[in-house]
């Protein structure tokens, strides 16, 4: 492939120095598949793409809150059955907990506390989406849990 707007085709996973250092957990439970953003592509907002395939046995991303707007999506990977999760996650908005077994997305407007967020069981993989409105996604205000960060 080339051209003149090969540059902004991202096919190859590249993430953070400071993620790479954490990848190996992270692997055990899931597949990163391509994370866009600045240092990748210049200008690029934040999306984060994944492939969940085993639950997990503690929370993964702590609660905390940014000073950008963020979409969550997981989305199950039945192909007869799209809407079906093919699993189940815990996720949290401020102090409420909610289980989804159905695919979503969820909006995370900016200054809303929301995670943690722990993958309780997966039938089939699950197909994870951050897609944060900034360039580089931080996380500000980390107030509950103990779990890995995901990055």
């Not at 692997?27 to 999306?47: C, H, M, Y």
Request: some cysteine; glycine content about 8%.
């Amino acid at each position: 492939m080339s051209g003149k707007y090969e540059k902004y085709i991202l096919t190859d996973l590249v993430v953070p120095d400071d993620v790479a250092a954490r990848m190996d957990e992270y692997n055990q439970r899931a597949t990163r598949i391509l994370w866009l953003e600045d240092f990748v592509i210049k200008g690029a907002p934040s999306i984060i793409t994944s492939w969940y395939w085993k639950a997990t046995d503690e929370e993964g991303t702590p609660s905390h809150t940014h000073d950008f707007d963020e979409v969550v999506g997981f989305f199950g990977s039945d192909t007869d059955n799209p809407g079906d999760l093919c699993g189940e996650v815990e996720f949290w908005l401020e102090d409420e907990k909610y289980i989804l077994n159905k695919s979503c997305m969820i909006y995370c407007p900016a200054g809303l506390h929301h995670c943690p967020l722990r993958v309780v069981r997966v039938d089939k993989p699950i197909f994870f989406l951050a897609v944060s409105l900034t360039n580089k996604y931080v996380k500000d205000n980390i107030v509950r849990g103990v779990g890995k960060d995901e990055g």
